[in-house]
């Protein structure tokens, strides 16, 4: 299972099944996103639950949020040959702090299931390799990290979905691959988030681009002195 997940999810995944039992997503430093499993029906229904103070961020400032208690559902069911996945993520603040949360956790699962579906779909049987780049934008807000990385995306490519938060699109060389940025504003700028899910590429070529990616967002956002550079973060 942990394999399955870290195909489409985190690049690296920890689960113990059953009730009582945990997932933990870890996309990094800062990143790592566990939840308790609250119900586990097999093939029907899973239950996900956790308590979060924080937002989860590369940014080594540290954003503390109203504590509440988030609960995901998922469910399964058969419906004219396919596998139908609902998924309802619910018990998100009221307080103004929990509002680009709630926006990217949206546009993320979006993200996340189209990941999900195109790699079932049309990569099933594919080495695959989830990688993920953070990088500290100073003095950079939103839009102008968008329209800097976006500049930077060779071609051909077709974007996919975009949302205030997200940008994703499926490269056409290599391979049908598929890359996400997701931005969130930070107290010095905004903190840029590069994944990129590449099929049947092997370990050295995946390294390759990983570099490129690396160096590319190094020179996008140059470090102040004193700063942090640019890290990855790989499955």
Not at 5 to 29: E, H, N
Not at 96 to 120: M, Q
Request: charged share 20%; glycine share 8%; with cysteine.
């Amino acid at each position: 299972m942990p394999e399955a997940l870290s195909r489409w999810f985190a690049p690296k995944m920890t689960v113990q099944p059953g009730v009582g039992g945990f997932i933990l997503g870890d996309w990094g430093p800062g990143l790592e996103w566990k939840t308790l499993i609250e119900v586990w029906e097999t093939n029907r229904h899973l239950r996900l639950v956790e308590t979060r103070d924080r937002v989860l961020t590369s940014s080594p400032v540290q954003e503390p949020l109203e504590p509440c208690r988030l609960v995901e559902d998922f469910h399964l069911e058969a419906q004219g040959g396919m596998t139908v996945l609902r998924l309802v993520h619910s018990g998100f603040g009221a307080s103004t702090g929990w509002d680009h949360e709630y926006e990217g956790t949206r546009g993320g699962w979006a993200v996340c299931f189209l990941r999900l579906k195109h790699g079932l779909e049309q990569h099933r049987n594919d080495a695959t390799h989830n990688l993920i780049l953070p990088a500290l934008c100073y003095g950079n807000d939103c839009a102008q990290v968008f329209e800097k990385i976006q500049s930077a995306v060779p071609s051909p490519w077709r974007i996919l979905f975009q949302a205030d938060s997200h940008l994703c699109w499926l490269v056409s060389d290599p391979n049908g691959s598929i890359f996400t940025v997701s931005v969130q504003p930070s107290s010095f700028g905004a903190v840029a988030y590069v994944e990129m899910l590449l099929f049947a590429h092997s370990d050295r070529e995946a390294a390759a681009i990983e570099k490129e990616w690396r160096d590319r967002l190094a020179q996008l956002f140059p470090a102040p002195e004193g700063g942090r550079r640019v890290e990855s973060f790989n499955s």
